[in-house]
């Protein structure tokens, strides 16, 4: 059985989604702002082209994570309008909202998140949509 929780336009998943949209904004930013400079750079010197080369490799290593960061926030936004927001996708416990403040994209509570991390349990790839 399913703890679902419809999805209402107030109260705590209201807030919840806001939280959500502005950290998908804010990361959407810095990606634009990444690629913008990127997209800028002028020919670099020989003597200069390592440090270059270097920096490029840090931020898209940085890039990816932020890609990853905000995949997971449209996750998080998707099961929110499901009314699948704040519930484990492995227990289907509720995920306390103390935990959901601190990582509002979190798709485990503690517990199954540790033993994922420690693999007992594997990572659940999907997001429940079709149920």
């Not at 800028?40 to 290593?61: F, G, P, T, W, Y």
């Not at 309008?81 to 994209?105: F, N, S």
């Amino acid at each position: 059985m399913s703890k679902k929780r419809p999805a209402t336009e107030e109260g705590p998943s209201q807030e919840f989604r806001q939280i959500l949209l502005d950290k998908r904004a804010s990361a959407l930013a810095g990606l634009g702002a990444k690629a913008e400079r990127l997209a800028k750079a002028d020919r670099i010197r020989d003597e200069d082209q390592a440090q270059h080369s270097l920096e490029e490799a840090v931020s898209l290593r940085l890039n990816g994570h932020e890609y990853q960061q905000l995949r997971q926030i449209q996750e998080a936004l998707d099961r929110l309008q499901l009314g699948e927001y704040g519930v484990c996708l492995a227990c289907e416990e509720a995920i306390p909202a103390k935990r959901l403040h601190a990582l509002p994209w979190a798709k485990y509570c503690v517990k199954c998140q540790e033993k994922i991390a420690d693999g007992y349990v594997e990572e659940s790839t999907e997001t429940h949509a079709a149920e």
